[in-house]
């Protein structure tokens, strides 16, 4: 990335040119442009956002003319026109992508924005607004983080890294971004949602730490195929990456489970390319650190629950508007999360090839047994390194699965989430006969617990929990070993503490009281996919 | 650390039992095959006779007792060695093995690990964690991704006969199920591809507890009609197991399914259909187990199968039927009379 832009751009177009023509996909070329044109008219049409181009419409109602024109040509030569068009929507994807990243003001503007943000952590917290000017930055008892961080320093400097974090805020970006600075890790390149740009806060902090753009609007196989490319030779010039596997936030509160297999196959692409043309691969080995991401609570959880069930078991249109619509409710945002107490935890996983095998601190990728693996191995038959998409298919769904698992060993407890979790449980437990939606509406009397049962299921799991910890499949956090009212009390005074209404609260008799059943569901979610129920 | 450039395309079979032999001849007609036996004194005595049994071995076949030798030499591998020995063989195997292998079992059965210090409770039952086919056995011992599993109606010894017959390669890569093909097809034997690894690979394994069923039947003196019941009942027995346990139902209505049924459930060349056989004449199990060369998968199918059937809550009337006779707590006779009072409601509810 370090060379020019535009001839950066220029390779990605020439190589998702290439895979557009070799592509069999059971349509023409024809076919494929004038699908994508028709379906940008739609789009430019019915969902425009401030960040797309003023011609938007224009371009596309303009291509779709040229096709219908060609009718009169011969075959060749309308071979040639479909060639140039492709070529110049590639152009326009490719440049759109991009974005206005600088690499010469690059390093400057990152210093600049990420000194910055901590000058305004530091101002908000105790300090008061002189503290602009203080050089003192002590943000360790707000933002924990653990993990295998001296491996991702060495690791960076022996390859590429591509960092895959848990995805619950739009706030993620900017912590991630603050994270590598504050570690003192190269410069990673982000895969950051096109909505964030329309916000001029988020736009600012994007562009300048080298964001390049997603659409999630945009489905055409042009599009995915000039992304792909892009991260694809991004990767393989050994431009450390950062992207969500789950692409958009959880909108369930869960852990990601199905990941987005499209950026991740990049890394697997990358690293076999990089195995069959370059003259050092070993110097350029692709790693992928999984690192989970823990709040108290998360700002937008009340409209991401709402999507995630009103849509639950379809997929739905991305929505843009939620609680970080204006650059003004974010600042606010940030001011007040770090004046209140509340707690951010940042796990760094162990890195892992683009098999999901572990490596070592010398980027030696290890099997189960802790022996080494030559990981050019897997891309091989017959002794060569060969080409084999629905191979790569296939390894990326391991990878997949591998990040998953990772994300779940990483994640660190929260006695919130934990709070959340024992109270969903045990009502589900005491009505057995109702399904998800019947237990969201339960009537206000139903929804007292009272505290010694609580404290009993609490206690239980609070046990499994910390078995699990011993045995290296979950990480907990520090509070989670105060004594366990303690650990209660913590839990339920920071669930959700923003929220206008935080789900849980006690009665004057001591007694546990939902008040949200919604946000309750939301946080207990973050726990799912342990079989902690059997413990309770 | 440099990688082995495979360029002598050896192909190894590990495991000489009468269907590792059978396949190591078939691969042997189109490529140099290495067989692996394990015990010293047979692969002398196999490598002197030129033969193994009644089979006679082809003389691109060459014997080795070093799993090295099958690791270092072959870049693709089929173990056709009985479950009980299996997880066992592919860990010695492990450390020859590279990522670049690709290994496709012949296996029809299941392995069972209860690992050390765990205890099977109503809060802890025999699950899926517990219970692994053998392609997930590989994944789990080795570094080797590219697994796929044999799987059809293959009677070895009418294989030796160089009768017609057809097989599945399954795996979830193409170029797995390619490279199964290219060996093993010829004009006699039809190789089809299929994506549902672990689809096929029960249906290998659950078609042994059907197997033994019918085999008591024919050993009952009972008529083709019963037969059919048995086996048509059966096979909406393995898609309620198979469902249950990641495979799909299209699995089950193709060769490695319905075929596999067909062909073991009616042959007396069948072990599982012969111990059935010889339990409704009167023998005791043990026996049966003891005068028998080869292992008859069934038995440890049934036992695994019926206490799966039970932490799923999913019904197996045959499988349960057949478990308590061979615990000794039922007659054939009886298990017959519990059998045809077994109240079902529709015949195929699974489609």
């Known amino acids: 990335m370090a060379k020019k832009r535009d001839e950066f751009i220029q390779l990605v177009v020439e190589e998702s040119f290439d895979n557009m023509l070799l592509l069999k996909r059971g349509r023409t070329l024809r076919e494929e442009i004038e699908m994508t044109a028709y379906r940008e008219k739609q789009r430019a049409k019915n969902h425009p956002w401030k960040v797309d181009p003023k011609d938007d419409y224009s371009f596309w109602d303009g291509v779709q003319q040229r096709v219908v024109k060609l009718d009169g040509l011969g075959k060749k030569e309308q071979n040639d026109c479909l060639k140039d068009i492709l070529r110049e929507i590639l152009n326009r994807y490719g440049n759109e992508i991009a974005g206005n990243f600088n690499p010469s003001h690059y390093h400057v503007a990152r210093a600049v924005v990420t000194l910055g943000f901590g000058r305004l952590l530091n101002a908000a917290r105790v300090k008061g607004p002189w503290s602009l000017f203080s050089n003192q930055l002590d943000l360790d008892d707000k933002i924990h983080i653990k993990g295998e961080v001296d491996q991702l320093r060495k690791l960076a400097k022996l390859g590429t890294v591509v960092m895959v974090p848990t995805h619950f805020s739009n706030i993620d970006s900017v912590l991630i971004g603050w994270i590598i600075q504050f570690l003192g890790l190269p410069p990673f390149i982000y895969g950051a949602g096109l909505n964030l740009f329309n916000l001029k806060v988020f736009s600012y902090f994007m562009n300048s730490v080298g964001a390049y753009k997603v659409d999630r609007r945009k489905k055409n196989s042009i599009y995915l195929e000039c992304l792909k490319s892009y991260s694809t030779i991004a990767l393989r010039e050994g431009c450390h990456s950062l992207f969500f596997p789950g692409g958009t936030r959880s909108r369930s509160g869960r852990i990601e489970k199905a990941l987005k297999l499209g950026l991740l196959g990049t890394t697997i692409e990358a690293q076999r390319q990089i195995f069959q043309f370059e003259e050092n691969p070993e110097e350029k080995k692709i790693f992928i650190v999984p690192v989970t991401l823990n709040y108290h609570f998360v700002l937008e959880a009340p409209s991401l629950i709402n999507d995630y069930l009103k849509s639950k078991g379809q997929e739905r249109y991305y929505e843009e508007n939620d609680e970080f619509t204006t650059s003004f409710k974010i600042s606010t945002f940030l001011m007040k999360f770090f004046t209140k107490g509340s707690d951010i935890s940042v796990s760094i996983g162990n890195a892992l090839d683009v098999l999901g095998n572990e490596v070592n601190i010398n980027g030696r990728s290890l099997d189960k047994n802790g022996n080494e693996i030559d990981l050019k191995d897997y891309f091989k038959s017959n002794g060569e390194v060969t080409e084999d998409a629905q191979r790569e298919q296939e390894y990326n769904r391991i990878l997949g699965k591998k990040i998953v698992q990772e994300f779940h060993k990483h994640n660190r407890v929260f006695s919130s989430h934990l709070v959340a979790f024992t109270a969903f449980r045990i009502l589900e437990r005491k009505h057995t006969s109702l399904d998800l939606y019947g237990l969201l509406r339960l009537s206000d009397e139903e929804l007292i617990l009272p505290y010694e049962e609580y404290k009993e299921g609490f206690s239980n799991l609070l046990d499994a929990l910390r078995a699990m910890k011993d045995a290296g499949s979950v990480g907990l956090a520090d509070h989670l070993s105060r004594e366990k009212d303690e650990v209660i009390k913590h839990g339920i005074k920071n669930l959700g503490m923003y929220h206008a209404q935080p789900p849980l609260k006690f009665s004057k008799s001591g007694d546990v009281v939902i008040r949200n059943m919604n946000l309750l569901y939301y946080y207990h979610n973050r726990l799912d996919g342990y079989e902690l129920e059997k413990y309770l | ?351």
Do not use: W
């Open chain 2, 1 to 351: 650390m440099s990688s082995k450039n495979t360029s002598d395309k050896v192909v190894g079979v590990i495991g000489a039992g009468s269907f590792g032999t059978a396949i190591a001849n078939m691969l042997a007609e189109k490529t140099d095959v290495l067989l692996y036996v394990r015990d010293k004194t047979k692969a002398e005595e196999f490598e002197k006779n030129r033969a193994v049994g009644t089979h006679r071995l082809s003389d691109r076949i060459r014997i080795t007792n070093q799993l090295s030798d099958i690791g270092v030499q072959c870049e693709i591998i089929f173990p056709i060695v009985p479950s009980a020995n299996f997880r066992e063989m592919i860990r010695n195997l492990a450390p020859h093995l590279k990522p670049y292998h690709i290994l496709i079992h012949g296996t029809k059965g299941l392995d069972m690990t209860v690992p050390e210090g765990e205890h099977l409770s109503k809060k802890n039952p025999l699950s899926r964690k517990h219970v692994k086919t053998m392609s997930e056995v590989i994944l789990e011992e080795t570094t080797v991704l590219r697994v796929g599993c044999l799987a059809g109606p293959n009677l070895a010894k009418e294989i030796e006969e160089k009768q017609p017959a057809a097989a599945v390669v399954a795996s979830h890569f193409e170029e797995v199920i390619d490279q199964g093909q290219k060996l093993l097809k010829n004009d006699r034997f039809l190789v089809y591809g299929s994506n549902d690894l672990i689809g096929i690979e029960l249906c290998g394994v659950l078609k042994n507890i059907i197997a033994i069923g019918t085999g008591m039947v024919s050993g009952m003196g009972l008529g083709e009609n019963s037969r059919a019941m048995l086996i048509s009942r059966g096979m909406v027995e393995m898609v309620y197991i198979g469902n249950a346990l990641g495979g799909n139902t299209k699995a089950f209505l193709g060769l490695a399914g319905v075929g596999d049924l067909v062909a073991t459930c009616s042959s007396k060349l069948s072990r599982n259909f012969t111990v059935g056989f010889r339990m409704a004449k009167g023998e005791s199990l043990d026996d049966i187990i003891q005068s028998m060369e080869e292992v008859a998968e069934g038995v440890n199918t049934i036992k695994i199968i019926d206490q799966l059937a039970e932490s799923y809550n999913i019904r197996v009337p045959i499988t349960e039927t057949l478990h308590n006779i061979i615990k000794g707590e039922m007659s054939v006779k009886e298990a017959y009379a519990y059998f045809m009072k077994f109240p079902f409601r529709s015949e195929i509810d699974f489609i």
